[in-house]
Each structure stands twice: as C-alpha cells, then as structure tokens.
C-alpha cells in the first residue's frame, strides 16, 4: 500500500512489460519516449529531497488514469505531467499544446484536470505543471491560467519558490500521499 517505492514511469514500465508490442516497428513505441520523459522529469524532482522535498511517482487516481509525478514542499504541491518534446517545437495556446508538426491537443485541460483530482484525493491545494523534456522551442500564443509550463531544465526552480508549507506540513502531506487508500 505503500507507493513511495514507485519508480517515475513505473506504470509504463508494467504496461510494456505486459505488452511489449511488435518486435520490429518503423516508428519508436510512443510509450518507450514517455518512459523516458517521466524518468527523465523524476531524476530532477527526487535531486529536491535534500532541500525538504519529497516526489512521489506514478500515483493511480480514480478512474484509470494516474499523476506522473506529486512534488511534496515549503513551495507547495505540485502535480508534474511529463511531456517528451526533444528536440521539438511547442505551441503553448491554452488550452490547447501542439508538438511539433502534431494536430493541437488541449493536454493543458487534462494537466489541470489531473491536479483537480489529486487536490481533492489530499485535501490540500496542488498546482498543475506541465515539464516539456528537450524542447528546441517554446512559444506561447496565451499565458497559461493555472499551469506553469515548464522545460526539464527549470524544474529544478521549484525548490528557490517561497515557502507555503512547514516542514511538519510536508512530512504529513508526504505521509498521506504514499498510501495507496488515499487514492482509491
């Protein structure tokens, strides 16, 4: 019941380990660049921990679908959707995001939607981020309301935000973030 041991991506791990797909594809298994996105995104969140941080990884909520990454500390909640961009140009125009040559997608409304639900699931405010991994650019037609688009090279700027919560209020947000029956 305890989720602190979860890995960033463990859940795409135990998808592809179930279902590896076809051995030879002429496109990379979409899933394989996410997994890199999320362990990428969970090295930088779990180097916070010696600045009072905690980072929890691939949290289940309600329903199926799942919070990549919960950073717990003095800043505050974070709920960190990991997006793979290398080497990519991003469209940020709320609420729609567009990757490269891909068709807009509104990812923004599910990073806040996301947020929402782990807000309610721990009774406490948590705020939406969006980490774009190695991105060659990015532009914003709008500002976005209430998520902060970030690069996985600005995450690390989490930890210089003001404190909003003590370090005992850390600890038992942290507390109640591993256990599994918080989510379900």
């Given at each position: 019941?305890?989720?602190?041991?979860?890995?960033?991506?463990?859940?795409?791990?135990?998808?592809?380990?179930?279902?590896?797909?076809?051995?030879?594809?002429?496109?990379?298994?979409p899933r394989r660049r996410?997994?890199?996105?999320?362990?990428?995104?969970?090295?930088?969140?779990?180097?916070?921990?010696?600045?009072?941080?905690?980072?929890?990884?691939?949290?289940p909520l309600p329903g199926g679908d799942r919070v990549h990454h919960l950073a717990i500390g003095p800043a505050g909640l974070f709920a960190v959707h990991s997006l793979y961009a290398r080497k990519q140009r991003v469209l940020v125009a709320d609420p729609l995001l567009t990757l490269g040559r891909r068709a807009p997608d509104p990812l923004l409304r599910r990073v806040r939607a996301?947020?929402?639900?782990?807000?309610?699931?721990?009774?406490?405010?948590?705020?939406?981020?969006?980490?774009?991994?190695g991105p060659s650019?990015?532009?914003?037609?709008?500002?976005?309301?209430?998520?902060?688009?970030?690069?996985d090279t600005e995450l690390a700027g989490l930890a210089r935000q003001g404190g909003v919560l003590k370090?005992?209020?850390?600890?038992?947000l942290h507390a109640m973030a591993r256990d599994r029956r918080t989510w379900t």
């Amino acid at each position: 019941d305890d989720l602190a041991p979860n890995r960033p991506g463990e859940a795409l791990l135990v998808a592809l380990d179930r279902d590896p797909g076809p051995a030879r594809r002429l496109r990379p298994d979409p899933r394989r660049r996410a997994l890199e996105a999320e362990r990428t995104t969970g090295e930088i969140l779990d180097r916070l921990d010696g600045a009072g941080w905690h980072t929890l990884h691939s949290l289940p909520l309600p329903g199926g679908d799942r919070v990549h990454h919960l950073a717990i500390g003095p800043a505050g909640l974070f709920a960190v959707h990991s997006l793979y961009a290398r080497k990519q140009r991003v469209l940020v125009a709320d609420p729609l995001l567009t990757l490269g040559r891909r068709a807009p997608d509104p990812l923004l409304r599910r990073v806040r939607a996301d947020a929402d639900r782990a807000s309610h699931a721990l009774t406490a405010e948590v705020r939406p981020v969006l980490a774009l991994v190695g991105p060659s650019d990015v532009r914003f037609t709008t500002t976005p309301r209430e998520v902060r688009v970030l690069r996985d090279t600005e995450l690390a700027g989490l930890a210089r935000q003001g404190g909003v919560l003590k370090p005992a209020d850390v600890e038992a947000l942290h507390a109640m973030a591993r256990d599994r029956r918080t989510w379900t």
